[in-house]
């Protein structure tokens, strides 16, 4: 899975759970400066996230 951030083609590694607004799933690089927002809750995904979400 890649990271829902425009532009951005890294792997996802962080599932970003925002009460306002749609969980996404983001990079790490991003995870961190989203989840500095209060309220965003980071929750790393599994290494194996392709699989799950199918």
């Not at 306002?20 to 500095?36: K, T, Y």
Request: net charge negative; charged share 30%.
């Amino acid at each position: 899975m890649i990271c829902s951030e425009d532009g951005c083609d890294q792997i996802a590694a962080v599932l970003l759970h925002i009460p306002w607004d749609e969980n996404r799933a983001v990079c790490a690089p991003h995870a961190r400066v989203l989840a500095q927002e209060e309220g965003i809750v980071p929750d790393p995904l599994p290494d194996d996230v392709d699989d799950t979400l199918e």
